[in-house]
């Protein structure tokens, strides 16, 4: 089956940029998609399409694409942005919708 | 406000069946593919289910086809996920998100509800 891998855990301290990869073959032809999931709340669309930001998100996310590895990006996180960040896309055939692992983002 | 509601989660021994619902406003809800989700209890997210705009067309992802059925009625604006023979490793907390996708059903999913948990036990 495909999957995509993203690290389990990243921590940065307040005011410092975090990163956050995924890799897998699907992303060198199809979009990217990335969630924030906060315990116990729905969750959240933070990039789309690769590097598109909805409206209501601080534009401190951004993201990137190269090949077969995405990058979410938070310059500058906030305690605020402590949650898990999932990617979001699809094999190299595009038949099966596939969410990376998750990495707990945590910013102390 | 665009706004999703699911319902019907509970716990349900091996072998049983639950028919989550979800109830949507604030959208023109055929105009829109819809999907189920779940998160297992420490395990990442897992696509479910979708359906097209009038129903005629549900995919599934291979964990589930066959003992689950995504259904739709644009009439009342909700999403249905009838879920047979469960699994112990069917427990999970299932979300219903709109889906933002192509004619064949490949996009993302840009607003969700707040999830219904689902116990599976034996």
């Known amino acids: 089956s495909y999957e995509m891998t993203q690290p389990p855990s990243v921590s940065v301290s307040p005011g410092q940029t975090a990163t956050i990869s995924c890799v897998g073959d699907?992303?060198?032809?199809?979009?990217v998609h990335w969630y924030q999931r906060k315990s116990g709340r729905a969750p959240v669309l933070v990039m789309f399409e690769d590097t598109k930001r909805p409206a209501e998100i601080p534009e401190r996310f951004s993201g990137s694409k190269s090949g077969t590895m995405a990058t979410l990006i938070i310059s500058g996180a906030q305690v605020d942005d402590e949650a898990e960040y999932h990617c979001y896309s699809t094999d190299i055939n595009g038949l099966y919708k596939v969410f990376g692992g998750g990495t707990k983002l945590t910013v102390l | 406000d665009v706004k999703l509601v699911e319902s019907g989660g509970g716990l349900v021994q091996t072998g049983g069946s639950l028919r989550l619902s979800c109830t949507t406003s604030g959208f023109s809800f055929p105009s829109y593919w819809m999907s189920w989700v779940r998160q297992a209890p420490g395990r990442g997210m897992e696509w479910v289910a979708n359906n097209n705009l009038d129903g005629s067309g549900e995919f599934y992802a291979a964990s589930v086809r066959g003992r689950f059925s995504i259904s739709r009625d644009n009439a009342k604006n909700s999403l249905h996920l009838q879920m047979n023979n469960l699994r112990v490793e069917d427990t999970a907390v299932y979300f219903c998100?709109?889906?933002?996708?192509?004619?064949?059903?490949?996009?993302?999913?840009?607003?969700w509800g707040q999830g219904v948990l689902v116990t599976v036990y034996s």
């Open positions: 998100a709109r889906d933002v996708a192509d004619p064949r059903g490949r996009g993302y999913f840009d607003h």
């Open positions: 699907g992303l060198a032809r199809w979009f």
